[in-house]
């Protein structure tokens, strides 16, 4: 379950960090709503897991009938209503809000690796560590750049070599728990 849910919601993550940009630095309002619907998707699966729930068909229409007031802001008025500046900055809003209430416990895989690390962790280590699940290593790079948004995490940089036998060495991204 606890695996089940950090895949999900860090493909939620994903997702709305790049509609967030689509919105705000494109003003693509066709892909930021595209990326909004793939973030709702991944909501969708993430509430019935939640939930100790199996369903396997038409996964958005028993997310909407769990939580109807929540998927009627990411989903139904993001696909019914006229695409604005608007309707989808509440939609993020609202996604992100679900990301800040359920966090701790979504990314708990996530969260207890790096706490047990205890040290700058370069995220091509993350990766290989989480290689076992579907999260792929773009979507765990976007989670961790949310958690260092919300102060959760500090971002360094980390040397490596491209291949074993590179004299060169380049910086990669890597992470810190906070306190």
């Known amino acids: 379950k606890e695996r089940e849910l950090l895949t999900f919601s860090t493909w939620t993550i994903h997702a709305h960090r790049h ?6 630095l494109k003003n693509d ?5 595209q990326e909004i619907v793939g973030a709702a998707h991944s909501v969708a699966h993430t509430e019935i897991i939640r939930q100790g729930q199996v369903w ?3 996964v958005i229409y028993r997310a909407i009938d769990m939580d109807p007031e929540l ?3 990411i989903y139904l008025d993001v696909l019914a209503k006229r695409k604005n500046r608007r309707v989808l900055s509440k939609a993020l809003d609202a996604i992100d809000g679900y990301l800040d209430t359920h966090y701790r416990a979504h990314l708990k895989p996530l969260l207890d690796y790096l706490k047990k690390q205890n040290r700058v962790v370069p995220l091509s280590e ?17 989670a961790c750049e949310w958690l260092e948004r919300k102060g959760l995490l500090e971002k360094v940089s980390a040397p490596f070599k ?15 728990l906070n306190g």
Do not use: N
């Open 56 to 58: 396997e068909e038409d």
């Open 126 to 142: 993350m990766s290989d560590h989480f290689a076992f699940s579907q999260l792929h290593p773009w979507h765990l790079a976007s």
């Open 29 to 33: 309002l066709e892909l930021a709503a």
């Open 71 to 73: 998927f009627q802001t």
């Open 19 to 24: 509609a967030r940009k689509r919105l705000d």
């Open 162 to 176: 491209l291949t074993k036998r590179s004299l060169e060495r380049v910086e990669e991204p890597a992470y810190l």
